[in-house]
């Protein structure tokens, strides 16, 4: 124990700061997960080869961890960073899809990184029941935390209350279809106002869903026919996701509830979401608030929405149409995208599948 004493106290160091669950398509998967942020303190210098007896304690209250494969990609692999060393927030992880995996629910999914400050963590895991996902992830840290202070024997219990709380009735499942999902920056609920302008407001729902509520739940949906992307320049997330990359792929996210080959409408010259968007299988209409789109734009784009003084072009292939007339009423951008939106929805749907749908403006 005198070993013990010389390292602080894993349960004032090591903390959670938020946790909450995602259903939908998220920043980090399609699938289901549970997200923890911690801060670890001390602990970010202190890995699991430093503390005396920490792996075999851990693997003898779990022995399933030794078949994880972790970063070296073979059972046993998680197994020999443990000896090696790795970290709180990493091992926590681990521990979390185990105590799930423990009740029989077969998750596999875990991810670990880096917040904006040093010492602080985030980290996902799958789930199959949201309740038990978030379960599992406290108790996977009071777990971690036990064995860096030389107490846990068992995970008997924590194990007994996640097959209990399994049995619980889910949460109903998330709304099924859409028409169209909308993100961005800025200019959503406009954009989302000038769809029903022109015409789309019958039962079939069009959303605007923000990147804070993406980063945090997920999308609350399954499934829409398009979506649209209307800028990476975000205000309402932390700094670390409005680092141009991240931010390109929290609102690319849209694009993963939208079906093979379906269609997602983003600005031009914004190619590194344009190549998200088609490697997640969709194909890319673009559009500009100028005439300003660009050869390698229109090398990807199935069709492109452009304006040419007061008028809004669309062209597909060799064909090139007036769309509509800008008005004093909306942004430039909202205009824009609704109206390259409505002749997209026009084109894939039937008639009857779109209630009262006007098209484009007159």
Not at 67 to 84: A, M, Q, T
Request: charged fraction near 25%; proline fraction near 5%; glycine fraction near 8%.
């Amino acid at each position: 124990m005198a070993q013990r004493d010389r390292f602080p106290d894993p349960k004032v160091e090591i903390r959670m700061t938020s946790l909450h669950s995602t259903r939908g398509a998220n920043y980090w998967s399609r699938l289901p997960i549970t997200r923890m942020d911690l801060t670890i303190g001390a602990y970010e210098n202190i890995s699991s080869a430093d503390i005396p007896g920490f792996t075999q304690a851990l693997v003898s209250a779990m022995p399933g961890l030794r078949d994880h494969r972790c970063s070296i990609g073979e059972p046993g692999g998680f197994l020999i960073r443990l000896k090696r060393g790795t970290y709180c927030a990493h091992i926590v992880e681990h521990v979390a899809l185990e105590l799930q995996g423990m009740i029989g629910h077969e998750v596999g999914y875990g991810r670990t990184r880096g917040g904006d400050t040093t010492g602080e963590y985030t980290l996902i895991v799958e789930h199959i029941n949201e309740s038990v996902g978030l379960r599992s992830a406290a108790l996977a840290l009071e777990i971690v935390q036990s064995a860096f202070a030389g107490t846990l024997n068992s995970v008997e219990h924590q194990v007994a209350e996640l097959a209990a709380l399994a049995e619980t009735p889910v949460p109903p499942p998330l709304i099924q279809h859409l028409l169209c999902g909308i993100t961005g920056g800025a200019h959503r609920s406009e954009t989302r106002r000038e769809l029903v302008r022109l015409g789309f407001t019958g039962p079939e729902l069009i959303v605007d869903v923000s990147p804070s509520y993406i980063l945090n739940a997920g999308l609350p949906y399954s499934r829409s026919d398009i979506a649209i992307i209307l800028d990476a320049k975000l205000t309402d997330v932390p700094d670390y996701y409005r680092i141009p990359r991240r931010a390109r792929r929290l609102v690319s996210v849209v694009a993963d509830a939208v079906p093979e080959d379906g269609i997602v409408i983003v600005p031009a010259k914004e190619w590194e979401i344009q190549d998200m968007v088609r490697d997640a299988g969709c194909r890319v209409a673009i559009f500009a608030t100028d005439d300003d789109v660009t050869s390698k734009d229109k090398k990807v784009a199935r069709a492109s929405a452009t304006v040419e003084g007061r008028r809004i072009m669309i062209e597909q292939l060799d064909t090139s149409v007036e769309a509509g007339w800008l008005h004093d009423k909306a942004p430039v951008d909202a205009q824009v995208v609704a109206t390259l939106a409505a002749y997209t929805l026009n084109e894939m749907l039937k008639p009857a599948e779109v209630s009262s749908a006007a098209g484009v403006a007159d």
